[in-house]
């Protein structure tokens, strides 16, 4: 695989390439992989640190990131990485860079994140732990869970 350049950026510095390349590689995910039509672009992009993969300068993994809000917690969501780069470590390596930003920039504040259920395991290999009851985000199993 070719290497693999990060980057993390508030929505303010990202470029509008950046953001379009983010948007598209989240709708491929969520919306036509999954097959779960919804509103990926909910407003709350604004607000958020973006997490980019690139290889090529193509974004091939990306996650945003919460600042802590009223309750202290950062939150980490809309994490994926495009098909081609799946079993390559790529996700692992996306959630790793996530949480070394969250845990650098605000070191005592818990990290919630909302699994979908088949990756608790994957998710628990970082140190989350359930939090809550399974229930279903638009027709998908999910659970929450926490690194504190």
């Given at each position: 695989?070719?290497?693999?350049?990060?980057?993390i950026?508030h929505?303010?510095d990202?470029?509008?390439?950046?953001?379009?390349?983010?948007?598209?590689?989240?709708?491929?995910?969520?919306?036509v992989?999954?097959?779960?039509?919804?509103?990926?672009?909910?407003g709350?992009?604004?607000?958020?640190?973006h997490?980019?993969?690139s290889?090529?300068?193509r974004v091939?993994?990306?996650a945003?990131?919460?600042a802590?809000?009223?309750?202290?917690t950062?939150?980490?969501?809309?994490?994926?990485?495009?098909?081609?780069?799946?079993g390559?470590g790529m996700?692992?390596?996306?959630?790793q860079?996530?949480?070394d930003?969250?845990?650098?920039?605000?070191?005592?504040?818990?990290?919630?994140?909302s699994?979908?259920?088949?990756?608790?395991?994957?998710?628990?290999?970082?140190?989350?732990?359930i939090?809550?009851?399974?229930?279903?985000e638009?027709?998908?199993?999910?659970?929450?869970?926490i690194?504190r």
């Amino acid at each position: 695989m070719n290497t693999i350049h990060w980057d993390i950026k508030h929505f303010n510095d990202l470029t509008k390439l950046e953001f379009h390349d983010i948007i598209q590689l989240r709708e491929k995910v969520f919306v036509v992989e999954q097959d779960c039509p919804y509103l990926d672009v909910d407003g709350q992009d604004v607000h958020t640190y973006h997490v980019i993969g690139s290889i090529n300068k193509r974004v091939v993994a990306t996650a945003r990131i919460f600042a802590p809000h009223e309750a202290g917690t950062v939150i980490i969501g809309r994490i994926c990485n495009d098909e081609s780069t799946r079993g390559s470590g790529m996700g692992k390596a996306l959630v790793q860079h996530a949480l070394d930003y969250c845990q650098r920039q605000w070191p005592s504040a818990p990290i919630k994140i909302s699994a979908q259920c088949y990756l608790i395991r994957f998710y628990n290999s970082f140190g989350f732990e359930i939090e809550g009851e399974e229930y279903l985000e638009d027709g998908i199993p999910h659970i929450g869970m926490i690194i504190r």
